[in-house]
C-alpha cells in the first residue's frame, strides 16, 4: 500500500511496502515516482487537510480568511468538504498554507 504526506512546503514524504522515501523541491523528482502520487480527492478529504493543515500552522479560521483574500464563511465551509465550493477561492487557501496539487492529464493513444 502506497501512502504518503505533503508537506506545506511542498516536500513530501512517501512510504511503500516499508521503504520511506523523502522528495524535497531541491531534487529532480523521478518520472516513475510522479505518477504513484496521483490521486483523486473529495471535497471532505480536501476540507480536512485544510483544517488540519491551519490548525497545525496555528492560524484561526479568520486569519486564513485575510491572508488568503477569502471570507470566514468560505473557510468554514470549505473545511467542512462543501462541495461547490469557489474553485478560485479554494486554491487560493491552498496556496495560502503551502499546500501543493498534483495534477496530470490522462494518457492519450492518438494516430497521427
Known amino acids: 500500500m502506497l501512502k504518503f504526506k505533503i508537506f506545506p512546503n511542498g516536500s513530501i514524504w512517501l512510504v511503500f511496502a516499508g521503504w520511506s522515501v523523502y ?7 523521478p518520472i516513475t515516482l510522479w505518477w504513484c502520487l ?16 491551519r490548525r497545525n500552522l496555528n492560524v484561526t479560521q479568520k486569519e486564513l480568511a485575510l491572508a488568503s483574500g477569502t471570507g470566514l464563511r468560505f473557510i468554514g465551509e470549505l473545511e467542512k468538504g462543501k462541495p461547490t ?11 495560502t498554507l503551502g499546500i501543493t496539487l498534483a495534477m496530470a492529464s490522462p494518457a492519450t493513444s492518438r494516430k497521427e
Open 23 to 29: 522528495y524535497s523541491r531541491a531534487v529532480t523528482f
Open 38 to 53: 496521483v490521486k483523486t480527492y473529495t471535497p471532505e478529504q480536501i476540507g480536512k487537510l485544510v483544517k488540519k493543515t
Open 85 to 95: 465550493c469557489q474553485l478560485g477561492k479554494a486554491l487560493a487557501v491552498l496556496n
